[in-house]
């Protein structure tokens, strides 16, 4: 008796280990190999052009729910689930055998009933998954909560709170209706997996026992093909809950897993190169555009450049001019390789934009644009986020000649105060002066000033203004502006409509033609 005891506790033992090694190395491995998934996402979208954002498919709001729900959806079927999926897996195809060996008329009878019971769960889960598929799509929906968040003080200046509820309660509803259904379909493979014992046992039962009673099968025989198709039941139902939990992760794996391909769905091309491509000449800064075609690839039949051409040699101002829409920011996207150039030519220092190696390119140039963009940190990480290899002393030339030093240095933490989300603890005119010290503090040969100082008052436009006039020199500045008191001093102004340049020359040579400039000249002065 003592022997038996021996060897149980031996079993029991074995059982222990040979589940918990793997399970331990399967959550070492799910954890790993789900951080590689982010990391690996991160760095793919980093690298997407500006096509690949445009898509409804992949905008910036079904990025962010890929990361938050989908990524961790992952890992749910990568964890211990997987293991005891394999475990019964296992078990169930070794006790069948073994159910055969010792009576394979209560087999076939037993596992008949499991497979018709498979086949309902398999459907059911299909279904169920199909609704978690939809979940999938409307969690994304959801989204909206961010959207709410995020804009709460719009949304209360224009009394849109009710609205808004409204909208997302609908939202939240569909959602919920959705994971009722999916819940109800669940529910049934449940209960199939739990009652699935009992049902294969019943059928094994009604025809091992007359078998045994005509004399047909020995008690040992019955006993033993009873005992392992009941495991088998058991198992089965084991699999069936696994591999539901695994099943969800399915539509998640499906979503992201495309898009940790760099190379796939870049339209324009342009931002896929490695590192090493292309060319990385001195850059001086001269830009010219000859003859440039282009459309949006979200609007391939709409151009935006129609046959444009313009010039801005090197150290000079040029200011880019006209009525909203007229393609004057789709200049700066196309310069900066957001989007390739589909005819025409545009190049700097005579070398076309798509040849030169992305990093190089981009590391000449600097945007300051109307919505100055600061990270969470201190105000000195963030101009610190312009150069590679800065220091303290970049950080403070680049504040002095940004005119930012001055309400840098009242602060009570100086260049350490936390700048807060978005910049959200600084004015409109302070956010837009470090932006521009972090541009200075890049040393770009070409500045990008893209109605830098639309969105301010008066008072922060005269600072920003002066900022951008010290940021400008020496260096070739391509300026879009709709305040035309900015630019009037500039080497040659374009003025751009419907994507080609209708008007060009000085300031003093445009108002003289008395044409569309002038116009616009006229405008502001009687709206002073
Ligand atoms: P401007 O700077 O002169 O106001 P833009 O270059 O911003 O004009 O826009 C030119 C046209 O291109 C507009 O009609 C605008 O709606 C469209 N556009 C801008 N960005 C995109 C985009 N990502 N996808 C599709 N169309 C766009």
Redesign the pocket.
């Known amino acids: 008796m003592l022997a038996y005891s021996f060897i149980n506790l031996g079993i029991g033992v074995f059982s222990f280990f040979t589940i918990l090694i793997p399970v331990a190395l399967n959550g070492y491995i799910a954890e790993n190999v789900v951080d590689a998934i982010k990391l690996r996402f991160l760095a793919s979208i980093l690298k997407r052009d500006?096509?690949f954002?445009?898509k409804p498919e992949t905008s910036n709001a079904k990025l962010v729910s890929m990361m938050n729900s989908d990524v961790p959806q992952i890992k749910s079927g990568l964890d211990h689930r997987l293991v005891m999926f394999v475990n019964n897996v296992v078990a169930l195809v070794v006790l069948l055998i073994e159910a055969g060996v010792f009576c394979w008329q209560m087999t076939v009878a037993g596992f008949s009933m499991c497979v018709f019971l498979v086949v309902i769960m398999f459907i059911c889960m299909r279904y169920s998954h199909l609704r978690t598929n939809r979940v999938q799509a409307m969690t994304t929906h959801a989204n909206l909560a961010v959207e709410i968040i995020e804009n709460v003080r719009t949304i209360q200046l224009l009394n849109r709170e009710e609205y808004f509820s409204t909208r997302y309660e609908a939202s939240i509803h569909e959602v919920r209706t959705q994971y009722i259904c999916a819940a109800v379909f669940e529910s049934i493979v449940f209960s199939i997996g739990m009652s699935s014992c009992f049902l294969a046992d019943a059928v094994s039962y009604s025809v091992g026992v007359p078998l045994l009673y005509a004399g047909k099968l020995k008690p040992g025989n019955v006993f033993v093909a009873a005992m392992a198709i009941n495991v088998v039941s058991w198992a089965l139902q084991f699999v069936g809950i696994t591999g539901l939990e695994l099943m969800r992760a399915e539509p998640a794996c499906s979503a992201i897993i495309p898009l940790l391909d760099e190379s796939i769905d870049n339209d324009g091309n342009s931002t896929t190169e490695s590192e090493d491509d292309g060319v990385s000449p001195p850059i001086n800064g001269s830009v010219v555009a000859e003859r440039i075609e282009f459309?949006?690839?979200?609007?391939p039949n709409?151009k935006?450049a129609n046959g444009l051409t313009f010039e801005a040699p090197e150290g000079q101002m040029i200011a880019?001019v006209?009525?909203?829409?007229?393609?004057?920011?789709?200049?700066?996207?196309l310069l900066e390789r957001f989007?390739p150039v589909q005819s025409g030519k545009l190049t700097v220092d005579g070398t076309p934009v798509s040849k030169f190696n992305l990093h190089h390119l981009r590391n000449h140039m600097a945007l300051v644009g109307q919505e100055p963009v600061l990270f969470a940190g201190t105000i000195k990480d963030n101009i610190l986020l312009g150069i590679e290899d800065g220091g303290f002393d970049d950080v403070q030339n680049a504040c002095r000649l940004a005119n930012a030093t001055g309400f840098i240095e009242k602060l009570p933490l100086g260049y350490e105060t936390e700048v807060g989300e978005k910049g959200a603890m600084l004015s409109g005119g302070q956010k837009q002066r470090i932006a521009i010290a972090r541009a200075i503090a890049r040393n770009p040969q070409i500045l990008l000033l893209?109605?830098a100082t639309s969105a301010l008052d008066s008072e922060s436009e005269k600072a920003v203004q002066e900022a951008l006039n010290s940021a400008s020199k020496s260096r070739t500045v391509i300026s879009?502006a709709h305040r035309l008191s900015s630019i009037q001093d500039a080497d040659h102004i374009y003025f751009?409509e419907g994507?080609r340049v209708v008007e060009s020359g000085t300031h003093t040579e445009l108002v003289g033609a008395n044409g569309k400039y002038a116009g616009l000249v006229r405008k502001q002065r009687l709206n002073k």
């Open positions: 500006g096509a954002f445009d459309a949006y690839p979200a609007r709409i935006v880019l006209g009525p909203s829409g007229g393609g004057k920011s789709t200049i700066i996207a989007y893209d109605e879009i751009i994507g």
